[in-house]
């Protein structure tokens, strides 16, 4: 039996730790809040309660797969999961009001046909069609197996060609035309037409923080997972999923500290041999799990390089220019209509300015988007709100990290949640009228409850680019010190981290060799 440190307790750190104890090992977590789960957090006031973090859950096969190796009860005896129909609600600046159902493509086809005109849906569908080899392709080597040596083979953008079509020249995605490797807003514009549709596909890119004028067209394969898996809600909210693994964690005896900040690992022989931490305690280990930014760990190891010759390193700066989020929590008068979708996105009325505002223009120069593409949250869960006569609705935007902006500045940071408010009166008639009361939550307040750089949320590893949208391998150049999380591979999201814990214990029980589960 080896003794483990984790270094954070946020989803990827406590998937890694419930996976090691039913390995035998002993473990203990060092986190430096006061509370599990990372960037999964909760606000709650008044007898209603936000999700503070992500609102909806893709892929639930991860925690499935993770409830089901480490005990008896499996995730839906653990929490309360259903799928939300629609999946999203899509309303546009020329009053086009398109709701698209989950996990269904035929259904996705004939919505978008209704909305956007006839052969809409069929262009969306070749897409997809499309996306699904990315999948196929890129599935295992950028999440079910540790990030391979040469990675470099994942730089080549897997996005097959489109077909001929009516005197196009094909074989221009695949390949990348005249301008270098096709984009995702390259291949939208040239294969969608219809800047509704367009619009609609880059919504699945400025989600996760990407920027689409520079993401590779393999992020097509966001929209594929999604249509393809559903979308998924927890009763109570994400943070119900967070507690349910902790509490699967306490029941396979991993140790918790809380307010326990490491402040630096120590190292003996070669290898990672325990953390120390701020009250001067040295807590020896065999291994050392770092479930925080990868780019943080330098310090805690007196500023040696973790990274070898030719290793996937994390991007340089405060939050690495990573987008955050600004969001609005509401506390609304009144009741939720029976036909509302869980979640509607309004769509800004001039993308460029949009992106311009969160990734730059150019020139390194941003400025507030006056309208920003806003996300409306508005769960059908009574345990959120305090009776039928309330309702909590969660609104977020995208937007530039901490540091760029000063989100500390309490003034600006309310001017842009009116605009949040207004965008979302398109999806809430009598927005104002039923406010209660609201809660504006900015990148700085992220920064300082997770401590992520800038309040950055990291997005999805994807293929191509020449490997710019991969992250750092989950072993590092010191032995014994290994990475899970958003920050490492196989990137941010609710099922990627829990991937990146299932990928570091393989690591930590079958060695470094390992290649994943077959």
């Known amino acids: 039996m080896a003794r483990i440190v984790v270094i954070g307790s946020g989803m990827g750190a406590m998937a890694a730790a419930a996976r090691l104890t039913v390995a035998g090992h002993r473990v203990v977590v060092y986190e ?30 991860v925690y499935r797969d993770l409830f089901v190796k480490t005990g008896k009860q499996t995730l839906e005896q653990s929490v309360e999961l259903s799928q939300v129909d629609p999946a999203s609600r899509h309303l546009f600046t020329d009053g086009t009001d398109v709701r698209l159902p989950n996990a ?33 392709a890129t599935r295992r080597p950028l999440l079910e197996e540790p990030l391979r040596a040469d990675w470099r083979v994942l730089g080549r953008d897997p996005y097959p060609a489109a077909p001929v079509r009516r005197g196009r020249l094909g074989g221009l995605f695949g390949r990348g035309g ?3 490797p096709p984009t995702l807003a390259g291949v939208a514009r ?29 992020a097509t394969v966001l929209p594929y997972i999604e249509q393809t898996f559903g979308a998924w809600y927890v009763r109570g909210g994400m943070r119900a999923l ?18 326990a900040e490491v402040t630096g690992i120590v190292e003996k022989d070669g290898r990672a041999a325990g953390v120390e931490l701020a009250d001067g305690t040295v807590a020896e280990a065999d291994a050392v799990v770092s479930g925080i930014d990868p780019a943080l760990l330098p310090p805690l190891l007196g500023g040696q390089a973790l990274w070898r010759e030719g290793d996937v390193r994390p991007e340089p700066g405060a939050g690495g220019g990573t987008p955050g989020r600004l969001t609005v929590l509401l506390a609304l008068r009144g009741t939720r209509p029976a036909d509302t979708a869980h979640r509607t996105v309004v769509h800004a009325p001039d993308r460029e300015a949009e992106l311009a505002a969160v990734f730059g223009d150019g020139h390194g120069l941003r400025e507030p988007c006056p309208h920003p593409t806003v996300t409306v949250l508005r769960p059908d869960d009574p345990t959120v709100r305090p009776d039928e006569e309330h309702e909590a609705v969660t ?16 003034a600006a940071a309310e001017q842009d949640a009116q605009r949040l408010i207004t965008a979302a009166e398109a999806a809430i008639p009598g927005l104002r009228d039923r406010m209660l009361w609201h809660e504006v939550r900015t990148p700085a307040d992220t920064e300082a409850e997770t401590g992520a750089r800038g309040g950055a949320v990291p997005g999805p590893v994807l293929a191509g680019a020449d490997g710019a949208f991969l992250r750092p391998a989950n072993v590092t150049r010191l032995p014994g010190l290994y990475l899970a999380g958003g920050w490492a591979h196989p990137g941010g999201g609710l099922a990627h981290a829990g991937m990146s814990g299932a990928l570091v214990a393989g690591l930590i029980v079958e060695g470094e060799d390992w290649r994943g589960s077959q």
């Open 190 to 218: 040239r294969e969608l037409k219809d800047p509704r549709a367009v619009a609609l596909l880059e919504s699945h890119a400025l989600a996760h923080g990407l920027d689409p004028r520079s993401a590779p067209a393999a």
């Open 395 to 410: 609104l977020t935007a995208v937007v530039a990290p901490h540091g760029p902006v000063d989100w500390t500045d309490g």
């Open 242 to 259: 967070a507690d349910a693994l902790h509490e699967r964690c306490r029941q396979r005896k991993v140790e918790f500290h809380f307010d």
């Open 32 to 61: 430096r809040g006061r509370a599990h789960g990372g960037g999964v957090g909760r606000f709650a006031r008044d007898g209603f309660r936000f999700d503070t973090g992500p609102g909806l859950l893709h892929l639930p096969a």
């Open 178 to 180: 005249a301008d270098g």
């Open 104 to 136: 269904s493509r035929a259904g996705v086809l004939q919505a978008l046909d209704g909305a956007f005109g006839a052969g809409a849906g069929e262009r969306w569908s070749d897409l997809v069609n499309r996306a699904r080899e990315v999948w196929d």
